[in-house]
């Protein structure tokens, strides 16, 4: 059984940092390009991030272009998203994301929390 779990979100303040981890297991996490959503409340889950299965090319959404870094461990099956210079804009429940024909996985999601 498929099964994506993230973790490494919390509290943190303007302009800090963290780093999130999807640890993958149930499937050959090497042939699958893996993405970052988030979720803010009230609105639609919006992609943040996507790499793919080697890890050799990455596209962010331009809001968080220069801040965030996504990449992967695929003898650890584990993607990373370093996040920098949080703002307030950016507290939301992320989630990652599995993708490959003929379906998806989705995490459960961790929340992050932007706040003085």
């Known amino acids: 059984q498929a099964l994506l779990v993230e973790s490494g979100g919390g509290l943190v303040q303007p302009g800090g940092s963290l780093r999130l981890s999807c640890a993958a297991s149930?499937?050959?996490?090497?042939?699958?390009?893996m993405s970052w959503y988030r979720q803010a409340p009230g609105k639609e889950r919006e992609l943040v991030a996507t790499i793919t299965s080697a890890g050799d090319s990455t596209n962010y959404a331009d809001s968080v272009k220069g801040r965030f870094t996504i990449s992967r461990d695929n003898a650890e099956n584990t993607v990373y998203l370093q996040m920098n210079s949080l703002k307030g804009e950016d507290t939301a429940v992320y989630y990652c994301?599995?993708?490959?024909?003929?379906?998806?996985?989705w995490g459960q999601g961790t929340q992050v929390t932007v706040s003085s």
């Open positions: 149930g499937f050959t996490f090497s042939m699958y390009s």
């Open positions: 994301k599995a993708s490959r024909f003929p379906r998806p996985y």
